[in-house]
């Protein structure tokens, strides 16, 4: 995956509401059908480390089942990040594939 | 989580919470991603060895890796939940504060006005005492005078300054100067202070002219200089509408011409503090500086680099008996002592003579006297929330119990007192604004003169108080201070408690310990109020004696105003002539009842005086007769309704080419004609041509030309009939109020005197008042403070009656249950406060015997151990305390013993 990547697809996941750690990944997995594979590990640094850096926050909460879990919410300066950083990597994602598609042809 | 920790303000995450937290979440993970594995087939064995593969290297090492990670977060989450906890701290004390506005109320109202006072104070105290002097390195400046051995320091004549200039090598540069006055003559005609100065004067004090240029120091030479002045500011702005061109132009000085020569900065008006102009000292011609014991200048030098103050003080040792045999007194000394005088020179930093001595111990004397009050104040507000700390004592042990560390919770109440205090030292400075406004207004320099309060530098002025930066820091410091002064204390006393004996029984607690503490600063209150009472109640007793001094003349209805002849005006043999002219255009005036003139008015302190001798009488035998000499007119002794006693008053007759006459005071005729009788006899007094000798024809009442303290000097009066003098101060007695009748009278006097200036109108009320200003404030200022004073310690009995009281309530209720009576539960209360005042009282007498000492000087007919006042404030403190242990008492015998029984 590329750099960064994994920052941006959390917090794009977090935008449609509060998760956990585990829901996270299981909604990326789903939303790709399983292309996008996350590593369990490097999840749980990437959203530590974006909680330093104050782009997410975490509460213990109940889950639906009654048990303790710590839920993430995606904070104003996440959303920022999430906005630029996300076009940023959309222009280059369609210039990558045009360009690959050149070379198909 | 953050929340609970949050209510009940436990200590911030450590970080094996941290860590712990970052376990918890990746066990979760693991057992969903297992639960999900499962589901999708496989065995629990494989699905949790998939788990943790895909967990990899956050799982194998969580210790290792997590360890930065959770540090970060630690740190973070210490610094936001301090940041949080002070603010969650100050909201809880706002929302206190606000639950009891009448106790906020009041406490703000207190340190308001404690604080206010005290920046006031301080405010003046660094103006004139402190605040380093407005001049270029003021601590090279040094003030030089000559001491005689009989009469302390004088000042420098012309000659004598040279000699000591030319003897010197500890100063880079020396200059003679003495305030003066004179008149701006010409159109509209004024009255200006000025300074005659020596051409170093503003080099030596640092000071460059603004415009044009500084004295040429060529003019120092000799007498008979040219005539050349650098005017103030203000004058420049006041007659030259502030054109440059003024420089170079001519202005008239007592009808003789001055060349302009440059303007002073607008904050410089010499060291008098006063100055409308500098002029050149050796204008005046050589004869009239040429006199070597026309003692008439001050002196100051800005020492040379390098040189100590140990060596110029040293220096000045050695030149001055030089001096003094240089210059010898001629005709031997005329000391009664028989010691011979012995002369010498000393140099002093001209910061140690910045202010009178006097004036340095009022305002240091008022500074504690607020502080005083102040630490009251803080007393008080201790009470209060210790009070209050008891009555939560359930609240904390609750929160002790839960883990709140005891650190934390006097944090806590810490806050709560500090922000009671910043509220406090907001409120405080429309005080301290108001309060500096006040003093920078009072006591002028002719006010500080009259009440003999000289010696100070008029540049370091009451005008210099101001409420700047330096008295706003000292406003926060105080405010900070006294917030943990009157928080700590009870925050510390609240949480040091046995946990279980106080969840146990809630509010009720005994609390002896707090209880002996609050009854401490209690007793302490009481005696720093009797302290400020005593101290307020000698100065207000001395200030009654001044104000009931019989000054030997009646000031009601009078109106005084001065007038200056120039040079030349009217020929001095018309001046008679003039003083009638004067008299009857006043006399004309609707109102006016009598009109008077003499040279000196009553309580001036500063008049003229000089040597007498009685004819036919040894010199020895007067030995150094000091007379004060005062020029009157023939009514001027019915208008100010000074008694004759003996003889008669001057008359028509008493001419210029008639025989001499001169009347006395009684103080000349006790002092210098024991057993004799005066009338008739032949005195001398070398003044107003009068050293051939006078008849004496009459014998008037003691009138007090000095400061009101002081006791009567022999006097001498001279009439203007045989004596001419230009300067003139004019008595009007009038009908009705004499402020009222100043225009007419003025224009009265411009009528007959065109080109001279007329001022310092005023009705001799005011001066009255006047020479015992500083008395009066002082007296209001102390009486002021005992009075806040007395009514803390008040509210402070009080409080802690009333808190008792409350206590004890279900004692009280068996008590009467088993058959006291009514009278006896009011005597138990009364009795308390009694025995809190009674320590007060002695410890506070003890106290005020040993700090009244340092009124000793201030005080006018008043011994400093005044049985009176100290009895009288006694009485007045133990009648406060009776009445705020009256209302507590009253209540506690009010107990109904059912209802206390069944809450008890």
Not at chain 2, 257 to 283: H, K, M, Q, V
Request: glycine share 8%; with cysteine; proline share 4%.
């Amino acid at each position: 995956m590329l750099k960064g990547t994994l920052d941006l697809l959390v917090l794009k996941a977090l935008t449609l509401g509060p998760m956990h750690g585990f829901e996270i990944v299981s909604w990326l997995e789903q939303r790709s059908n399983g292309s996008v594979g996350v590593d369990d590990g490097a999840l749980y640094y990437a959203l530590h480390r974006m909680e330093e850096r104050g782009w997410i926050e975490s509460e213990w909460r109940l889950t639906s089942n009654n048990r303790k879990a710590r839920y993430y919410r995606v904070r104003a300066a996440g959303r920022a990040h999430l906005k630029t950083e996300g076009a940023l990597l959309e222009k280059y994602a369609r210039a990558l594939v045009d360009i690959l598609a050149l070379r198909t042809s | 989580m953050r929340n609970t920790r949050r209510l009940f303000h436990l200590d911030p995450l450590s970080r094996r919470l941290a860590r712990a937290e970052m376990r918890d979440e990746l066990a979760f993970h693991l057992e969903e991603r297992v639960a999900q594995l499962v589901a999708l087939g496989m065995t629990p064995d494989e699905a949790r060895a998939e788990a943790i593969r895909r967990l990899g290297a956050a799982w194998a090492d969580a210790d290792a890796q997590l360890e930065h990670s959770a540090e970060l977060k630690e740190r973070r989450l210490n610094v936001r939940e301090r940041l949080q906890e002070f603010a969650d701290d100050v909201r809880y004390a706002l929302r206190g504060l606000a639950a009891r506005p009448g106790f906020t109320a009041i406490a703000v109202l207190t340190l308001g006005i404690g604080i206010g006072a005290n920046t006031a104070i301080y405010s003046a105290v660094d103006a004139l005492l402190l605040r380093s002097l407005p001049f270029a390195e003021p601590g090279r400046l040094f003030d030089i005078v000559q001491r005689s051995s009989e009469d302390g320091d004088a000042a420098w004549s012309f000659p004598k300054y040279a000699f000591f200039r030319d003897a010197q090598k500890s100063y880079q540069s020396l200059a003679a100067h003495g305030p003066t006055q004179t008149i701006i003559t010409g159109t509209e005609p004024e009255r200006v202070y000025a300074e005659e100065v020596t051409t170093a004067y503003l080099k030596t004090l640092g000071v460059r002219v603004a415009k044009g240029r500084d004295f040429p120091s060529e003019l120092d030479a000799a007498g008979g200089a040219r005539r050349v002045t650098i005017i103030s500011d203000a004058l420049w702005q006041r007659r030259f509408n502030a054109d440059p061109a003024a420089i170079g132009q001519s202005l008239s000085f007592n009808n003789q011409p001055w060349e302009i020569i440059g303007i002073l900065p607008p904050d410089f008006r010499g060291l008098s503090g006063r100055a409308e102009a500098l002029l050149n000292l050796t204008a005046r011609p050589a004869d009239a500086l040429s006199e070597p014991w026309s003692l008439e200048f001050s002196m100051i030098g800005r020492l040379r680099e390098g040189v100590t103050a140990e060596q110029a003080v040293a220096e000045a040792a050695l030149i001055g008996p030089r001096i003094y045999d240089a210059f010898p007194m001629q005709g031997g000394t005329l000391t009664t002592s028989k010691k011979p005088e012995q002369w010498t020179a000393e140099a002093r930093p001209l910061n140690t003579i910045r202010v009178a001595k006097g004036l340095k111990r009022s305002l240091l004397v008022l500074f504690g006297a607020v502080a005083m009050v102040l630490l009251i104040a803080c007393v008080n507000l201790a009470n209060l929330l210790v009070a209050r700390a008891m009555s939560r004592k359930q609240e904390i042990a609750v929160r002790l119990a839960l883990g709140a560390g005891r650190g934390r919770l006097v944090r806590l109440m810490v806050t709560e007192s500090l922000v009671l205090a910043l509220l406090g030292g907001a409120a405080s400075l429309a005080v301290a604004l108001a309060g500096t406004r006040m003093l920078s207004a009072i006591n002028p320099q002719d006010t500080l003169r009259v009440q003999g309060l000289t010696g100070g530098i008029g540049a370091v002025g009451f005008d210099a108080i101001r409420l700047d930066a330096s008295a706003l820091l000292f406003t926060f410091l105080v405010t900070v201070s006294v917030g943990l002064l009157f928080g700590l204390a009870p925050a510390l006393g609240a949480t040091r408690q046995s946990l279980v004996k106080d969840l146990k029984d809630g509010s009720s607690g005994s609390g002896r310990r707090t209880g002996a503490g609050r009854r401490v600063l209690v007793v302490a209150e009481v005696a720093l109020a009797l302290v400020l009472l005593a101290g307020s109640g000698l100065m207000i007793r001395s200030l009654g004696k001044l104000l009931a001094v019989d000054p030997g003349f009646d000031g009601r209805n009078v109106l005084t105003l001065r007038l200056s002849m120039p040079a030349g005006t009217v020929s001095p043999d018309s001046m008679p002539g003039f003083y009638e002219r004067l008299q009857e255009e006043i006399s004309g005036v609707p109102g006016v009842e009598q009109v008077a003139i003499a040279d000196c008015p009553p309580l001036n302190n500063g008049c003229n005086g000089t040597i007498m001798t009685v004819a036919d009488r040894p010199q020895s035998a007067t030995g150094n007769a000091m007379v004060g000499v005062h020029w009157a007119s023939q009514n001027w002794f019915e208008t100010m309704r000074v008694p004759l006693k003996r003889g008669r008053l001057f008359t028509a007759e008493d001419r210029l080419n008639a025989p001499k006459v001169v009347l006395i005071n009684e103080a000349t005729a006790r002092k210098y004609f024991q057993g004799e009788d005066p009338l008739g006899k032949r005195i001398a007094v070398y003044q107003g041509g009068f050293h051939t000798g006078a008849e004496i024809i009459g014998i008037v009442g003691d009138v007090r030309f000095g400061t009101i303290d002081s006791t009567a000097v022999p006097d001498v009066y001279i009439s203007y009939g045989q004596a001419r003098l230009p300067r003139m101060m004019v008595f009007v007695r009038t009908a009705g109020d004499p402020s009222a009748m100043a225009p007419a009278v003025r224009a009265a006097v411009q009528r007959v005197a065109p080109l001279a200036p007329v001022f310092d109108v005023r009705p001799m009320s005011a001066r009255i008042a006047n020479a015992s200003a500083q008395a009066r404030y002082s007296a209001v200022l102390l009486g002021l403070f005992a009075a806040m004073a007395l009514s803390l310690a008040v509210m402070g009995i009080y409080g802690v009656l009333s808190f008792a009281v409350a206590q004890r309530t279900g004692e009280i209720g068996i008590r009467m249950a088993l058959g006291a009576e009514r009278g006896r539960v009011l005597a138990l209360v009364m009795r308390d406060g009694a025995i809190l005042a009674a320590m007060g009282l002695a410890i506070g007498v003890l106290t005020a015997l040993a700090l009244t000492r340092v009124l000793r000087t201030m005080l006018f007919e008043v011994t400093t151990t005044d049985p009176l006042t100290y009895a009288a404030m006694a009485v007045v403190l133990a009648m406060a305390v009776a009445i705020a242990s009256w209302i507590p008492a009253r209540r506690a015998a009010r107990v109904d013993p059912v209802i206390a029984l069944r809450k008890g």
